[in-house]
Nanobody, 121 residues
Framework: QVQLVESGGGLVQPGGSLRLSCAASGKIISIASMGWYRQTPGKQRELVAVVTNSGNTNYADSVKGRFTISRDVPKNTVVLQMNSLKPEDTAVYYC???????????????WGEGTLVTVSS
């Protein structure tokens, strides 16, 4: 089984910055992709940003130029640096890892518990 531990959510004023971190642990051999999704009440969970193990990234249009995703492949960690935050970025942010190869499980996809980001003055 793979465990995900998220950190870094909280309250920030518009225009401010937050840094979200996610660490995957367990008997992990490799992870194809690590990313962040977000969800607000009544809406579907949406992709924010994802990075592959080769360094390719993909961002939601709404965060391009403001958010940066980075990954430490050997440490199985992913960081989302969020700058110029807007009230509409308020959501629960979920870490996701995909294409997981583990010596203890055949499960390929895992989600974190979620961390709340609130952008408000």
């Amino acid at each position: 089984q793979v465990q995900l531990v998220e950190s870094g959510g909280g309250l920030v004023q518009p225009g401010g910055s937050l840094r979200l971190s996610c660490a995957a642990s367990g008997k992990i051999i490799s992870i194809a992709s690590m990313g962040w999704y977000r969800q607000t009440p009544g809406k579907q969970r949406e992709l924010v940003a994802v990075v592959t193990n080769s360094g390719n990234t993909n961002y939601a249009d709404s965060v391009k130029g403001r958010f940066t995703i980075s990954r430490d492949v050997p440490k199985n960690t992913v960081v989302l640096q969020m700058n110029s935050l807007k009230p509409e970025d308020t959501a629960v942010y979920y870490c996701n890892v995909g294409g997981v190869i583990s010596s203890s499980s055949s499960q390929l996809n895992y989600w974190g518990e979620g961390t709340l980001v609130t952008v408000s003055s």
